[in-house]
């Protein structure tokens, strides 16, 4: 029997102070309170209690007994429950007073992410405390489930996939069993084996031969094969397994992280993970999954996650970067105490992803080396022995199969390099440079990119103005700056509109919210495409970040409520396993580009259309290609056309002849398969009505059908409970564009919509 405990009653003081009552659905008032958790349990024979995670300087008590501490949110507790009913209460102390303490050894270096240093000694998420990022509340309790375990016959189970040279897989199993079975059998469809063990611990391996490939889903099927353990004839524990070869050839700090899944080069791309609440998990990892996003980093400065995440991963198609939670600060490794609660740490985390197909990259940290270098210090403090020998040792000897990065980023002596090892980028986004330093950076691999302040949809907006310190609430800042990440976004919206966001905000700030919503998505794409065309050296990176922890304009590529931005619908453009996009390539003409990641070849046509005025066509042509499976192709606007054109205006022989291009990708079928748009002449901030535009739209047949005289440019369909496939996208002047909207609960019918776009003043509203 394995059931989770619910119920738990709760309730906060300060030390010394009177109870405050807790609310069911708070997160917490903070660390300098104590927090006291109690629950009723009854068991039908002996046991045990096991909590998940305990934050942070926990207590559990059973009828008043204390049976169990901890000092580590990353730790499971567990403790022996006899048969019967029991009080179980749990007691979460204030950290506040215990970080007030003076310590020693002090910090060889400075930070500015942390709100109080001295939480490198102390075994918890700095989410909650970092106040230019996650401010607070912390998190504080049982922030992972407690379960009622009895008459379990496996208490532990390993499994360790691996391919032989042949191709063949095979299972290694290691079960730590209740008492003395007779038999312990490991089986997978047609395929079994027995089992041997001694005191508790039964081990084996479990010949598969054929088992068929697990990919990242933009590459292939990830494919799973369900394992069962038997113990005595009984059906005892089920778990899915995948099989994968995986490698990043060359020097990690030479040539960068490339990842190399079943011999196939993978463009990984992706985002940083922020926690979410367990019902809340599939879908958000669907969002990222159906955008083509491949890869989903668990930073350092956030949690480790549950099984069930892992599992999806793995059911997914999603890889998973998993960093120890260690960032920024200087831990003291040198402490025996602290140092033995890691290596528990590492055991634990071991136990969550050792042998998941999805697991590819395990960082040691998340910017240490990097806040060293920034202050000039001898990079080698950031390392140390822990990140450098022992942690690697620990990862190898637990047989975890995955690539070993020690910091994020680090590229040997100068972690601050892009063109080495894994980078930080940030040179598009912070350091506000020009679209083309994405290129000229020569980025290898960017462990966290493009952090911009991104602006959902109105629903999702604590305000509608910065200057409502409701709206700033929801921005991320440095500590210390005298910017925001709004600053960020405003810098490109004057680069890429030639306007200047306080103006336009002033002016017309539905106009003003419009453009900023898009301005974000256009510049990740920009370099999303620099970075994954053939001839880039970049094979992966990761934005900052996948999802808003609280309402506003935070990082994510979702909002709090894990509904997609706008900005997601950029990128899913330039990121789909099979798209097409262009770059400018200055007085040398303009790109095209095919992906195409899927196995299969693809038999399709390229089109391309230059337009004047946004309406009148100058030039069209197409060519049929044939793209390999898992391969690339790259052509010319001109070359396509048969003639020269000017295509990306780099020569200015006089006005523009055209102001927008067009590429679209096209199936045998004659199914659109992705769109491009370029502006050579430069993107206008101005908008018009509809009969301008000649707009014409219907909601038909559960789909958006729209046509338009003059290109619309940026349109967004909103329909309430639906998702639509599209976003942000492009009508072609005189050609209809049909977008299904998706309802999210079965059975729906769409009856309402509204339709805008960046060169639409206002939205229209449409009925079925």
Known sequence: MRRRVDGWEAAACSPGGAPIQWRPGETGLGDDRDWWFRATVELPADGRLTFEGLATLAEVRVDGRLLASTESMWLPVRVPVSAGAHEIAVVCRALAPRLAQRRTPRARWRQQVAGDGNLRFFRTTLIGRMPGYAPGPPVVGLWRPAWLECGEPVLGLALRPRLTQDGDGVLGVRADVDG???????????????????????????????????WPHTHGRPRLHEVTIEVDGGQAAIRQVGFRDLVSPGSLERDGLALHVNGVAVFARGALWTPVAEPELRATLEQARDAGLNCIRIPGTGAYESRAFHDLCDELGLLVWQDLMFANLDYPFADEAFAAQVIAEVDALVDVVGGRASLAVVCGNSEIEQQVAMLGLDPA????????????????????????????????????????????????????????????????????????????????LPARSPADPAWKAGVQRDLGADWDFDAVRDHYLRELYGVGSAELLACDPERWLALSRAVSGEVMAAVFGEWRRAGSPCAGALVLWLRDLVPGAGWGLLDHRGRPKAVLGALRRVLAPVAVWMTDEGTSGMAVHVANDRPRALAATVRVALYRDHEHLVGEGSRGLEVAGRGSWTGDVEELLGRWVDASYAYRFGPPAHDLVVAELHAADGGRLGQAEAFPAGRSAQGAPATALGLDAELRDGSLRVRSRRALVGARVHAEGFDAAEDGFLVEPGREHVVALRPREPGAEVKRATLTARNLDGGIDLWA
């Open 381 to 460: 403090l950031g390392r140390g022995a822990f990140f450098g020998a022992r942690l690697p040792d620990l990862l190898r000897a637990a047989g975890i199969d995955a690539v070993y990065v020690p910091s994020a980023p680090c590229s040997g002596a100068r972690p601050l390099r892009a063109d080495r090892g894994v980078a930080n980028y940030f040179g598009v986004g912070g350091y506000r440079r020009p679209l083309a330093d994405a290129r000229a950076a020569g980025v290898r691999f960017a462990s966290e990119c493009l952090g911009f302040a991104n602006v959902p949809d109105d629903d999702a």
């Open 180 to 214: 003395a079975p007779g038999s312990v059998v490991a089986r997978s469809g047609e395929h079994s084996c027995a089992l041997s063990g001694a005191s508790g611990r039964w081990t084996g391996a479990l010949p598969m031969p054929g088992a068929e490939r697990w």
